[in-house]
């Protein structure tokens, strides 16, 4: 297996996976011209394809392959998940929410349109992705429902918007490290961890490959969340692609706002290595996963 720095081989299968999402989402997407709603599905196409590190849609692909299943397996799903983060962020960037400007090196939706085609166009990636979950590409029935409830339940109540409530509700809060860990593994855990579970179903894994991607999603959701809280104070606003200090700025609580710097990354650290455990019996089908796990906390932007 390659080092733990080395990520070269893993960079390339990326690029190729962030490509294929990218294509994919652009064709599932709505043509502008045959709209019923031109301006709509403008600001779709535009927050949709407006680039970004496409990390779900990967776990989703790094998922099947764990399970030995063909990428093209698992393009519905990679697409569905990326739509709904999409609209996440489309959302979580209105004056309402983090009223930010800047969104993957590009004005926000809000301000490239308005605020209303920006709430309609987060609704309608919605939509969309449930609607391909249930309707394209080729899967049981079981299958079917299987993933349109992973989806929803990570993204819901129990998952991503309660985790953005929180995390509202947060601004001014003196909360503490439990508190805060909970509302990522909410608020961008259950999404990554899902990215995984979607992957396993289309690849119909078992339940032993199942409850070992549950482990390993779980601990590299919030060590990415602990390392975009990192760049959020160290990183570039030309290489993050989003307004650098951000968090400072909106009074969020964050682990380097807790514990500091070094801690954070010792943190990080400490959750990569127990989810590259979580998948040590699984030899070569583990090792794309055991290298994203390094690049996660390991990277820039």
């Known amino acids: 297996m390659p080092s733990a720095t080395d990520f070269s081989a893993l960079n390339e299968l990326l690029s190729q996976l962030q490509q294929r999402s990218a294509s994919l989402i652009q064709q599932k997407l709505p043509p502008v011209a045959s709209s019923a709603a031109p301006r709509l599905t403008e600001a779709m196409h535009y927050a949709a394809l407006a680039g ?39 959302h979580d960037d209105l004056p309402a929410m983090d009223n930010d400007n800047l969104r993957r090196g590009k004005p926000t939706c809000h301000i490239a349109f308005d605020e209303a085609t920006a709430i309609l166009a987060g609704d309608t990636l919605h939509t969309l992705a449930f609607d391909l979950l249930a309707s394209a590409g080729n899967y049981s029935a079981e299958q ?3 993933m349109i409830q992973t989806l929803s339940q990570a993204a819901g109540v129990s998952g991503m918007a309660a985790g953005q409530m929180l995390d509202i509700q947060g ?45 390993y999603g779980d601990n590299i959701g919030l060590a990415f969340q602990i390392r975009d809280d990192m ?26 706002g807790l514990i500091g710097l070094g801690a954070s990354e010792s943190r990080a650290k400490q959750l990569c290595l127990e989810a590259q455990e979580a ?3 699984f030899g070569d089908n583990a090792n794309t996963l055991q290298q994203l796990a390094s690049y996660i906390i390991a990277r820039t932007h």
């Open 144 to 146: 079917r429902v299987a």
């Open 52 to 90: 970004g590190k496409r990390i779900r849609p990967v776990l989703v692909y790094a998922g099947a392959m764990f399970c030995n299943a063909e990428i093209t397996e698992a393009d519905i799903p990679a697409v569905a998940i990326e739509l709904v983060h999409t609209y996440s962020l489309i």
């Open 279 to 281: 998948l040590s019996d």
């Open 231 to 256: 760049l959020d104070i160290i990183g570039a606003t030309e290489e993050l692609g989003k307004t650098q200090g951000s968090d400072e700025r909106h009074n969020k609580t964050t682990f380097p």
């Open 171 to 215: 601004e001014d809060l003196n909360a503490n490290i439990a508190w805060l860990e909970n509302m990522h593994y909410l608020k961008t855990g259950r999404l990554i961890t899902a990215a995984l579970e979607l992957g396993a179903i289309a690849a119909n894994a078992n339940q032993e490959q199942r409850r070992a991607l549950k482990v």
